[in-house]
């Protein structure tokens, strides 16, 4: 009998052990998941499928607010963005996201250039940020677009400026600045590109196939310039046949390096985080 107690006994604390590693595993196997990426709580999640715009909320903000401006004024003017990582968390869950991310923030497109870690709101170039007549610090709608602009096979553009003509490259420049500072173009639009201590602005009076283009990922781009001035004012500045008939946007890096400018932009200055 009381072998029998004892193995009764025995069963039971074994029981109990295997019972404790069981739930020990399982806490291991639940930290392991949180502390595997902080950003991506959504890992056991199934995918989403990325069928229409997605509508998100999110504070947006003048460019010059960011805290490390510095570093990423050059994209001051322009359409690129920069957003807080855990959006791209939640963008994760999609299975057939297209990168560049498109957003449209009050009729206006936008392509995300890079997601920070330690942000809470969506930083704009700031002149667009007071065009769009947004409030700072407040709550905007923004949509993540699901049908993004066709590529651009066509533009026509119209300096605003003579200084446009003293160019000494005039086709690297556009080719490096369209690409780095303009992902999507509209017509009538008017493109700001730097120029040493200044900017150079630009019409875009016509573009194809349609009134929104994406010049994204494309490797050649037709374009026609519409004269500011009378063609015998232009021919005394610079040669015609140096102004390109079309763009390639593979751009080499001495090219690159031999074309970028200093870069003055509007509104310079230096945002700070609370405590710096």
Not at 80 to 106: C, F, R, T, W
């Amino acid at each position: 009998m009381d072998e029998l107690i004892n193995s009764n006994l025995s069963s039971q604390e074994s029981l109990n052990s295997d019972l404790c590693e069981d739930i020990e595993d399982n806490n291991i196997t639940e930290e392991l998941h949180s502390n595997l990426n902080p950003f991506q709580q959504n890992i056991d999640e199934p995918y989403l499928n990325f069928s229409r715009d997605i509508e998100m909320s999110f504070i947006v903000n003048p460019l010059i607010f960011f805290y490390n401006f510095d570093k990423y004024n050059y994209y001051n003017i322009g359409k690129k963005v920069i957003a807080p990582k855990y959006m791209l968390n939640q963008l994760s869950k999609y299975d057939n996201l297209e990168y560049p991310i498109h957003i449209e923030i009050n009729n206006k497109i936008f392509t995300i250039h890079d997601f920070i870690d330690d942000i809470d709101c969506i930083f704009i170039p700031t002149e667009n940020f007071y065009n769009l007549n947004i409030l700072e610090n407040e709550y905007t709608t923004i949509k993540i677009i699901k049908n993004i602009p066709t590529k651009a096979t066509f533009l026509k553009i119209k300096p605003c400026s003579e200084k446009f003509y003293e160019l000494q490259n005039i086709k690297i420049y556009l080719e490096i600045h369209f690409k780095k500072l303009y992902p999507v173009l509209e017509k009538d639009e008017i493109v700001r590109l730097p120029y040493g201590r200044e900017v150079i602005e630009i019409i875009i009076t016509d573009c194809k196939p349609e009134n929104i283009v994406s010049i994204n990922e494309i490797e050649e781009l037709e374009i026609d310039f519409e004269p500011l001035v009378d063609k015998e004012n232009i021919d005394e500045k610079l040669d015609m046949n140096q102004i390109p008939s079309d763009l390639c946007f593979e751009v080499s890096e001495q090219e690159q390096e031999e074309s970028e400018p200093n870069v003055f932009v509007p509104f310079s200055g230096k945002g700070r985080r609370l405590g710096d």
